[in-house]
T-cell receptor, first 116, second 110 residues
């Protein structure tokens, strides 16, 4: 399967713990995006990389959130000191060209986080 | 006005019905618009783009009304497999990524 892959698919953690999610984009895609989705809502933009450069971060991305894409390939999203409000599906997407022009974002199946 | 707004539904329709969803957007300068489909517990996938002249793909037709700043999606001859959430998508104000609406849920029943 050469699509976007995310790991882990599910994570249950206690409040206050740190969690890290990994995303492997489609190999030739230089753009990588993180979104968050809660029940009944559409995906909400968190951050965006072009190659290894983090070009944009949403106001939703508090200081407890950090994302990296060190070699311009896979990316990690870390949440420190998790809170119950962090419970959501974290979606990674990648694209070859600017998504705002093509509309094409290829999403992974997501990493579901439950904070107890 | 929010960047993109949709009626969450659900829209309950019988097989074979025609159903239409509207979505309003706030950025009058937006040039591109899209509809995504998201099945239950699955990731969103691009359904179709919305061109100024409209766009038709089989049973699906997307239209743009710039004057009123809304886009629409029309589904003819609904199938059970059309049951999903349809997400209206527009570029963000900086044209760096995409902003998703909350989605409209469609339930097609036998």
């Amino acid at each position: 399967d050469t699509g976007v892959s995310q790991d882990p698919r599910h994570k249950i953690t206690k409040r206050g713990q740190n969690v890290t999610f990994r995303c492997d984009p489609i190999s030739e895609h230089n753009r990588l995006y993180w979104y968050r989705q809660t029940l009944g809502q559409g995906p909400e933009f968190l951050t965006y990389f072009q190659n290894e450069a983090q070009l944009e971060k949403s106001r939703l991305l508090s200081d407890r959130f950090s994302a990296e894409r060190p070699k311009g390939s896979f990316s990690t999203l870390e949440i420190q000191r998790t809170e119950q409000g962090d419970s959501a599906m974290y979606l990674c997407a990648s694209s070859l060209r600017s998504s705002s022009h093509t509309g094409e974002l290829f999403f992974g199946e997501g990493s579901r986080l439950t904070v107890l | 006005r929010k960047e993109v707004e949709q009626d969450p539904g659900p829209f309950n329709v019988p097989e074979g019905a025609t159903v239409a969803f509207n979505c309003t957007y706030s950025n009058s300068a937006s040039q591109s618009f899209f509809w995504y489909r998201q099945d239950c517990r699955k990731e969103p996938k691009l359904l179709m783009s919305v061109y100024s002249s409209g766009n038709e793909d089989g049973r699906f037709t997307a239209q743009l009304n710039r004057a009123s700043q809304y886009i629409s999606l029309l589904i003819r001859d609904s199938k059970l497999s059309d049951s999903a959430t349809y997400l209206c998508v527009v570029p963000n104000s900086g044209y760096s990524t995409l902003t998703f609406g909350k989605g409209t849920m469609l339930l097609v029943s036998p």
